[in-house]
């Protein structure tokens, strides 16, 4: 999802061009999609089956909350003040930390202790 982020600054950077629009929204919508599916599944994972419901709204809410309130109140003045082209690119940068830590987790073996039986087919008694 980071990475779609580049190629936003590519096409501010090219300019008009409708089949560079087009493969940008597409990679956008791919790696969005992905990406949110991805989001969802994890969190469903992480929480308690009794309580799903309620945990995962708990948690999407907040997210949901936090990511409005600090990108709604920051972005058109970064835009202003960076352009597009450096705008788009600082996402990317920003987005990297995020790649790294799952980087980290992933070959350290604790998303897989994370999410421990979840999404394990159980054998039949």
Not at 28 to 47: P, R
Request: glycine share 12%; net charge neutral.
């Amino acid at each position: 999802m980071a990475v779609s982020n580049l190629s936003f600054a590519l096409l501010a950077w090219v300019g008009h061009s409708n089949a560079l629009l087009g493969f940008t929204i597409g990679f956008e919508n791919i790696a969005s999609g992905i990406g949110g599916v991805v989001v969802v599944a994890y969190l469903s994972a992480l929480c308690n089956l009794a309580y799903t419901a309620t945990q995962f709204a708990l948690l999407s809410a907040a997210s949901s909350v936090v990511g409005r309130v600090v990108t709604g109140t920051t972005a058109g003045a970064l835009i202003e003040s960076l352009g597009y082209v450096q705008f788009y690119l600082l996402t990317t940068v920003i987005a990297l930390p995020g790649v790294l830590l799952y980087l980290f987790m992933l070959r350290a073996g604790l998303i897989e202790r994370s999410l421990g039986d979840a999404g394990r087919i159980q054998p039949a008694d």
